[in-house]
């Protein structure tokens, strides 16, 4: 069943245009990595699902209904919760208040602090400390847990391994599954494109703002997505 679709999306940074018509659907319980250059409109496409850049109202649904552009809080209500780049946790909080954050929602689920500390061990035995004071691969683990903490039908992860060692990178993503067991459909955006195609079940690519491929994530072959990256 089809839990998201955009039709004709665009989006827009004052004058200077993003986002060109992007119809893009997701199903129940999905999987979906989306790959590309940088400047290719990843971030912006994430953002505009979650109320961070204006869009039509009818350019985005969402379960049934037209969600574009509404505030970002009511479309966590809703049900979609976003893991953003460079993690953006609160500095003045520690790792339990940040993790606390995310249920403020309302939302009832599966996803508790038992079962994140569970999944994620060092933020249990960190909980008291300040959220700056964890590594860049603990602090992805806190954002990630925030999320979770909201309990979404839909999470949206932008760039996970940035600036991340290769062994907490396959930390984090060793995570995916168990997520994804609880029926969640996930979105990621990332910059590896091997580990795109290892953690997901469908691989979407833009360039310049457009969709320039899309398909099974394991039929695509490495050409094919050298192309649509690099618009050769």
Same mark, same amino acid.
Do not use: Q
């Given at each position: 069943m089809t839990q998201l679709r955009t039709s004709g999306l665009e989006a827009f940074y004052g004058d200077a245009q993003a986002l060109f018509g992007i119809d893009f659907g997701l199903d129940d319980g999905e999987t979906v !990595? &989306?790959?590309g250059a940088n400047g290719a409109g990843k971030s912006t496409f994430l953002k505009s699902l979650c109320g961070l850049v204006p869009v039509p109202r009818d350019a985005v649904v969402f379960e049934g209904a037209a969600i574009g552009g509404l505030p970002p809080g009511e479309i966590v209500r809703r049900g979609i919760a976003l893991v953003p780049e460079g993690?953006?946790?609160f500095p003045s909080l520690s790792v339990e208040e940040n993790l606390r954050l995310g249920a403020s929602s309302g939302?009832?689920?599966p996803w508790n602090l038992g079962r994140l500390y569970t999944m994620f061990p060092v933020l249990a035995d960190k909980r008291r400390q300040p959220a700056t004071s964890l590594s860049g691969g603990q602090q992805q683990m806190a !954002? &990630?847990?925030?999320?979770?903490m909201s309990n979404p039908a839909l999470l949206l992860c932008d760039e996970l391994s940035l600036g991340l060692a290769p062994i907490v990178i396959r930390e984090i993503y060793a995570a995916l599954p168990a997520i994804a067991a609880e029926g969640m459909t996930v979105v990621i955006v990332e910059q590896d494109v091997a580990m795109a195609q290892q953690v997901s079940q469908r691989l979407v690519c833009l360039q310049e703002g457009r969709v320039s491929l899309e398909g099974r994530a394991g039929e695509l072959t490495r050409e094919q997505i050298a192309a649509a990256y690099f618009g050769v």
């Open positions: !990595a &989306i790959i993690r953006r946790l939302r009832t689920g !954002a &990630i847990g925030r999320a979770l």
